[in-house]
């Protein structure tokens, strides 16, 4: 085997394990997470829909490339192979991933550095409201008593945090 059908399998074992993975994640967390009394849909529709259109969208890509590949192939006057048409296809995959990989790495390293006042990632926002329903429930006299059993409880930073406790 040439080095170019060395690359052509690594290229498709690298492929095949990172959808393998995810799929084998979004299984692995329903499997986990689900509650018996609902709807698989209602709880985890999100993440099966996005993986339909992952796939849909893939297979769409696979057959708009093979379209593509045989045209060239016919103008050159060249035979269409399988395995040249899946080395095109993996770079083309693989190229798509790299720079979608890039935009989300990019947008997470960016908004952990920098912090936008008053966005949803933003804590100053939250605080402003908790202060201003404070301030609110102290004039009307409703605030409640604290709690004697409860001196430790503070309110938790993110929703993982109260899904923990």
Known sequence: MSAG????????????????????????????????????????????????????????????????????????????????????????????WQSEFLQLFAFVVLSAMYIHKGSAESKDGDERLEASLRRIEEHLGTLPPPDPSDEDWELPDTALEAEAR
């Open 5 to 96: 059908g060395w690359m052509l399998a690594a290229v498709v074992v690298v492929t095949i394990a990172i959808v393998a993975f995810l799929v084998a994640a979004t299984v692995r967390s329903i499997q986990l997470r689900r509650s018996p009394r609902r709807s698989i849909w209602r709880e985890f529709g999100l993440a099966l829909v996005l993986m339909a259109l992952f796939f849909v969208s893939w297979i769409a890509h696979g057959v708009s490339e093979w379209q593509v590949y045989t045209d060239e192939q016919q103008t050159h006057g060249e035979s269409t192979e399988i395995g040249d048409f899946l080395a095109e296809f993996g770079q083309s995959t693989l190229e798509n």
